[in-house]
């Protein structure tokens, strides 16, 4: 039944199944459809023979009148096809009335034209009835792309819209918040959680696209997130904001539109990181008996060696420590002075400080330092004897360092440097030098060579060395200390060691603004006081 359409249309007619208990109806709507190019699958006059060819023909379309033969009208016709078929439906109708459109309503039709209507009317409402059908699965088939992206995402996601308001949760938010989606959907966000600072207790409301300074994500590292009345857990939750001016995003199919707004919805993503807290809490238990028999090797505060003092501030990182620094008797009339700083942070960082510290340990029997029983060697000896033990060392490890000898009867003091920021020389006229030595840090190269450099020291004259952590440690802001400002406090506070050293300890503790440091702090004062 029905013809094959003209040339000049598509190649595939669409076929549309006629439900119309007047036959003469039937035929002139089965004329004009034809005419049009659509192809007729067949006609019925009740319901029964409708859902008959509807599953045999499988039509594109439905155009179905609500008054028919027999105890269904074509609204009950229409909710039965939908059990089993996804196939959109037009009315059509004499009655205009409020309760007739509103049972038509229950069906979700795609169309409704009111008797009489003419050709145009019909043949536009199809059109228009099939492309909203088609745009409908286009956007359905994106949502499950996206919801199938999304579920594969690792950690939980909610998608809210700018209102706060829940419209798509995954499997494993779902199964995390013991939650259909279906449930939740259309609730406010903090109807379901409450997110707190891990550290202040302070509660974390989401962030605005406006009140961020037009960031697209803002990540918290570990938050409290508490779900109904169940006890906190620790979690790390990113949001990103969705923004209307982006074009094509297929995320804007998860939510409904909106006109004209700069932010469209959320993606909130949130990983539960408790069990990693834990493990964390235990490294961290190890790393504090580490750092803490680290602590135990250093020289003592204020320890007096031939006539020169040494008094130092050391404040291992959150992490663990890869600095360290020693102060020894070689002999009757010479002193070693080291400092030196290990890449990274942790236990490796640690170990490697660790085996360092033997390695330039005199009292230490396979120590560095002698090339024969009775010769020492000279500072760029001493490293470069070092960079052997670290080059090719896997896993690979840099070491920035300084180490120098002191002649005790003379003052003079040889340096050799490796990388690491160079010492200075506060003399006792309240001029400051630098000691020049160079050369690179150790086990980046095979053979590298270093520069010593010399200076005498007189009495009340001194030598300092710090580490990177020092210089770099950021305030609030993310300005770093600055060598400058080091310089400038030794230059102001040309006091005794003890209290140099306290004043130095509290004004970094207020630079940083906290008592957590991203890395280690070493300051070193070798004080010649004879």
């Given at each position: 039944m029905g013809n094959s359409r003209n040339s000049g249309g598509p190649a595939s007619p669409k076929r549309i199944l006629i439900v119309e208990d007047n036959a003469i109806v039937a035929?002139?709507?089965?004329?004009?459809?034809?005419?049009?190019?659509?192809?007729?699958?067949?006609?019925?006059?009740?319901?029964?023979?409708?859902?008959?060819?509807?599953?045999?023909?499988?039509?594109?379309?439905?155009?179905?009148?609500?008054?028919?033969?027999?105890?269904?009208?074509?609204?009950?016709?229409?909710?039965?096809?939908?059990?089993?078929?996804?196939?959109?439906?037009?009315f059509l109708s004499a009655y205009s009335d409020r309760a007739s459109i509103e049972k038509a309503k229950s069906s979700h039709p795609y169309g409704y034209i009111i008797k009489p209507y003419n050709d145009r009317t019909l043949?536009?409402?199809?059109?228009?009835?099939?492309?909203?059908?088609?745009?409908?699965?286009?956007?359905?088939?994106?949502?499950d792309f996206i919801t199938s992206i999304i579920n594969a995402i690792g950690g939980s996601v909610i998608v809210v819209d700018s209102d706060s308001r829940i419209h798509f949760m995954n499997d494993q938010a779902q199964d995390l918040f013991c939650m259909k989606s279906d449930f939740v959907s259309g609730k406010e966000i903090i109807e379901?959680?409450?997110?707190?600072?891990?550290?202040?207790?302070?509660?974390?409301?989401?962030?605005?696209?406006?009140?961020?300074?037009?960031?697209?994500?803002?990540?918290?590292?570990?938050?409290?997130?508490?779900?109904?009345?169940?006890?906190?857990?620790?979690?790390?939750?990113?949001?990103t904001h969705l923004l209307s001016d982006t074009g094509q995003n297929l995320f804007f199919n998860l939510l409904p539109d909106k006109d004209e707004v700069s932010v469209q919805g959320i993606i909130i993503q949130i990983k539960d990181i408790s069990n990693r807290k834990k493990r964390q809490k235990s490294i961290n238990l190890e790393l504090e008996k580490t750092i803490s028999m680290q602590k135990k090797l250093l020289p003592e505060n204020g320890l007096i060696l031939d006539g020169y003092c040494i008094d130092w501030l050391f404040i291992p990182a959150t992490?663990?420590?890869?600095?360290?620094?020693?102060?020894?008797?070689?002999?009757?009339?010479?002193?070693?002075?080291?400092?030196?700083?290990?890449?990274?942070?942790?236990?490796?960082?640690?170990?490697?400080?660790?085996?360092?510290?033997?390695?330039?340990?005199?009292?230490?029997m396979n120590n560095i330092l002698t090339n024969s029983p009775d010769r020492i060697e000279g500072p760029a000896d001493v490293l470069c004897r070092l960079n052997k033990h670290l080059y090719g060392r896997e896993p690979f490890q840099f070491v920035s360092i300084i180490y120098g000898i002191i002649d005790t009867r003379t003052g003079i003091t040889r340096c050799a440097r490796g990388g690491h920021h160079y010492p200075l020389l506060l003399c006792n006229s309240g001029e400051t030098h630098t000691i020049r030595a160079e050369g690179p840090a150790l086990g980046f190269r095979e053979n590298p060579e270093f520069v010593e450099y010399n200076v005498k020291l007189g009495k009340n004259d001194r030598i300092c060395l710090f580490s990177d952590g020092l210089t770099e440690c950021k305030d609030s802001r993310g300005i770093q200390f600055s060598q400058e400002r080091l310089i400038a406090y030794l230059e102001e506070n040309n006091t005794g060691p003890g209290r140099l050293i306290s004043g130095l300890s509290a004004k970094l503790f207020e630079w940083k603004g906290s008592n957590y440091f991203d890395d280690d702090i070493t300051f070193v004062l070798i004080d010649k006081i004879i």
């Open positions: 035929l002139e709507i089965e004329e004009s459809l034809c005419q049009a190019g659509y192809e007729v699958v067949g006609t019925a006059s009740n319901g029964h023979k409708a859902i008959e060819l509807t599953s045999s023909c499988s039509p594109d379309l439905i155009l179905m009148d609500i008054k028919l033969e027999g105890k269904m009208d074509g609204t009950e016709v229409a909710k039965q096809v939908q059990k089993s078929s996804d196939i959109p439906v037009v043949l536009v409402t199809i059109e228009v009835a099939l492309h909203q059908f088609h745009q409908r699965n286009r956007t359905i088939k994106e949502s379901i959680m409450e997110i707190r600072d891990s550290l202040t207790g302070m509660p974390i409301s989401i962030p605005q696209y406006e009140q961020v300074s037009g960031k697209r994500q803002i990540i918290f590292d570990d938050c409290l997130l508490s779900i109904h009345n169940n006890p906190p857990i620790h979690a790390e939750i990113s949001f992490f663990g420590a890869g600095d360290f620094f020693g102060f020894y008797h070689l002999d009757n009339s010479r002193l070693a002075f080291y400092t030196f700083d290990v890449m990274g942070h942790g236990i490796i960082a640690t170990i490697t400080s660790l085996l360092i510290h033997r390695l330039l340990n005199p009292a230490e």
